[in-house]
């Protein structure tokens, strides 16, 4: 197998592609950098100048609003030239190959590359084939990988707890379809969390899914039982009725996350979600707007999470 | 033309013979072993001291791409390929488009094939008609125009009636029924095995079950239809018990597996390395040592190439969204001794895996060197080891995750009928 394909020779980050196999110190540089751009927002003038001159391409090859939108205010914040590309209304329907594309968009000199994209893996094709000067950040990629999802989940998490070597976390629901569960996992398993759980009907569990360093469970209460952390995962409408998943009903009496099972978590526990939330199939609304709640919290972290993996693939 | 070939190590699977025994060769024959027969006079004689010769290499699964997939590789091509392996003769599926459903496209291949001069095609009709597993092919004319047996290549019939009745109505015949057991529903969408590297990658997955539930209805179907049933590309180690349970139940039943799932598993597949997407996936360790094991104890009965020439452009992309398949034709041969040598299997029997076995098993005058054989041959160098690229392939498919390979057995000559076809100078 050959070299992690997202870094350099010299070890540092020349792509965001995965949590997975990227070393603690990175992850910790990022949060710390993160943290340093948090009152930028609390400016007057909501601007670093540290990407003067370079130009982002967000390509969202698959659509989006929120993630696109945090990273079009993150690279605007460091003074970017921000430009959106919706591929999936243009040019692929017109039969344009994925490396086309690519091709064409850096013809144009851009610096970095932000891109969602339907099919795992989609960023590491685009990594290999754009000059050693392109940067690419991977914004969810099909099942596998949403890694500035991770990075923020993981602020979020040091933010209210301060460390991570104590912590139980319990990933709650869809895990089988989620890159923002995979990306949770490399983080907290690389970051220290001795006790990453996840939970949910077997339909909806990956196999091997114990390979990743979590502990499974198929029984809500007895899953988020004790927990520190709760992170709630988005389960999406099409799969709900189907082979995976009954009804909204009976994944909600069984999975969702209550008042009454909240109970059942330490009572600092904080309750994540990556967003847009389904009130009353996975969360009550009575969480959701809780004071357990922290997902308001994680899009304002969101935002400097991306500043920082931008400037520290920018070099800066 | 008499060919002399001195001094060399002559290995026939069919007798078990490994030994060192000159050979002549005379009208398109195999005259004599050892000394020459009367009158007997050369007009080449090949010096092949620390050559091996065996029977020219018998490939299950070759994709010719003609007609309809001109684009990804021709017959020329491919044929080139093929004797630059060693094979001399190979089976074609029927997943051409149109699919090989009628006499007409059968014999137009055949003829095709002939006038290269090159290896010997023979062609699988497809079971059922345009291969949509709704209604029957025309067996009996297929067969006249020269299939040698029936396949889905890889598309699977779902309806278990337009399977059994097909099965049936082959055996009426007395036509082997050749199928790839995957169950469409459970494979759905999938692209790669359903175990650790598909759950860390989020690839979406084919499950073992998908493989054996289907083998099961198969081995069931063809027992009760007492159809002749040949198991194509199996990849678990639970379908390999399943074939040798009914072997032992004295099933007739044969089974083979593609040459890449001998070596390579799930973790081959790195960072999305689109040319390790395979049909069937390629699946976990345990899988593949189940293979060799079965390989080396003879449940599986052949091992193929399962050659499928494609375009870079269809693999240049995301890995759930490339075309699945390798090229390999001209790799069997040194994939089957890197085996060999791996797993401590003898080249005797493990040559027997690309030559009598298969030949056999197409009921084709094939895969043996014994004297008055038809002298199809695959003279190669067993020390030798070459460095796989894709200048090194003739093939018009330059896919395959073996790129960067040292692998062991240059191919120095292919005779077909006598007839020097391909010789490489190095």
């Known amino acids: 197998m050959s070299r992690n394909p997202q870094l350099n020779e010299k070890g540092a980050l020349q792509h965001l592609l995965t949590i997975e196999g990227l070393p603690r110190e990175i992850l910790i540089h990022i949060l710390d950098t993160a943290a340093s751009f948090i009152n930028v927002a609390e400016r007057d003038v909501k601007k670093v100048p540290l990407m003067r001159g370079k130009s982002v391409f967000n390509l969202f090859f698959e659509p989006s609003t929120r993630t696109r939108t945090t990273f079009e205010i993150a690279a605007k914040r460091l003074s970017a030239d921000v430009i959106n590309l919706n591929i999936a209304t243009s040019s692929q329907t017109k039969g344009e190959t994925l490396l086309d594309t690519i091709d064409n968009l850096s013809a144009m000199h851009a610096d970095m590359f932000v891109v969602r994209h339907a099919s795992s893996g989609a960023p590491y094709l685009i990594a290999q084939h754009v000059g050693s000067h392109a940067h690419v950040v991977n914004a969810g990629d099909g099942r596998h990988a949403h890694p500035t999802q991770g990075l923020l989940d993981s602020y979020t998490i040091r933010h209210y707890k301060r460390d991570f070597t104590r912590l139980a976390v319990a990933i709650v629901g869809d895990v089988l379809h989620s890159r923002v569960a995979r990306s949770l996992i490399h983080a907290l398993t690389t970051l220290g969390a001795p006790d990453v759980r996840v939970v949910g009907p077997k339909t909806l569990l990956p196999a091997g899914v114990e390979q990743l360093g979590v502990r499974v469970f198929h029984n809500m209460d007895a899953g988020i039982r004790d927990c520190d952390v709760i992170a709630m995962l988005r389960v999406q409408n099409e799969r709900m009725r189907g082979a995976l998943l009954p009804s909204e009903q009976e994944f909600f009496k069984s999975f969702g996350l209550t008042p009454e099972r909240l109970a059942l978590a330490r009572p600092d526990a904080i309750v994540m979600h990556p967003g847009p939330i389904n009130r009353g199939v996975e969360i009550d609304s009575a969480v959701a707007d809780g004071s357990q709640a922290v997902i308001l919290s994680q899009v304002t972290f969101g935002i400097a999470v991306r500043m920082a993996v931008l400037s520290i693939l920018a070099g800066k | ?426």
């Open chain 2, 1 to 426: 033309m008499n060919i002399h070939i001195k001094g060399c190590r002559l290995i026939d699977p069919k007798s078990g013979t490994d030994a060192r025994e000159d050979l002549f060769l005379a009208a398109g024959v195999v005259a004599a072993w050892g000394r020459a027969p009367k009158r007997f006079r050369a007009d080449r004689t090949i010096d092949a001291k620390g050559l091996v010769v065996c029977p020219g290499l018998v490939d299950m699964s070759v994709r010719l791409r003609e007609p309809g997939y001109e684009y990804r590789a021709t017959l020329e091509s491919e044929m080139q390929a093929a004797v630059a392996g060693g094979v001399t003769s190979l089976a074609c599926p029927p997943d051409t488009d149109p699919p090989l459903d009628e006499p007409a496209l059968v014999e137009m291949l055949k003829s095709r094939a002939k006038s290269l001069n090159l290896a010997r095609v023979y062609p699988l009709g497809a079971l059922s008609a345009k291969l949509k597993g709704k209604r029957l092919a025309e067996m009996a004319e297929l067969a006249e125009a020269g299939c040698v047996a029936f396949s889905q290549a890889d598309v699977p019939i779902v309806d278990t009636e337009v399977l059994w009745r097909a099965m049936q109505y082959a055996s009426t015949y007395g036509f082997p029924v050749w199928l790839r057991p995957q169950d469409s529903f459970l494979a759905q969408g999938g692209v790669a095995h359903d175990g650790d590297v598909a759950t860390r990658l989020g690839l979406p997955a084919i499950p073992s079950v998908a493989e054996t539930a289907s083998l099961a209805t198969m081995l069931q179907l063809a027992r009760s239809a007492g159809a002749r049933l040949h198991v194509c590309r199996l990849s678990t180690a639970e379908a390999v018990a399943m074939v040798r349970r009914a072997k032992q139940e004295g099933q007739e039943v044969t089974c083979d597996v593609a040459v890449h799932h001998v070596h390579l598993c799930e973790v081959d597949i790195g960072y999305f390395d689109s040319h390790c997407h395979l049909v069937p996936p390629l699946r976990s360790q345990r899988d593949r040592d189940a293979l060799r094991a079965g390989l080396a104890d003879g449940t599986i009965d052949a091992i193929c190439s399962d050659h499928a020439p494609l375009d870079e452009d269809v693999k240049h992309m995301p890995f759930g969204e490339s075309e699945p398949g390798a090229t390999a034709v001209e790799l069997l041969l040194s994939l089957t001794l890197k085996w060999a040598t791996e797993a401590g299997v003898p080249l005797v029997s493990a040559l027997g895996a690309v030559t009598s076995t298969p030949a056999s098993i197409m009921r084709v005058d094939a895969g043996t060197i014994g004297v008055g054989a038809t002298a199809d041959l695959c003279v190669f160098d067993p020390e030798a080891h070459v460095r796989i690229t894709p200048a090194s392939l003739c093939s018009q498919g330059k896919n395959t995750p073996f790129v960067g390979y040292e692998v062991p057995g240059q191919i120095c000559y292919t005779l077909v009928a006598g007839q020097v076809v391909y010789e490489n100078a190095a």
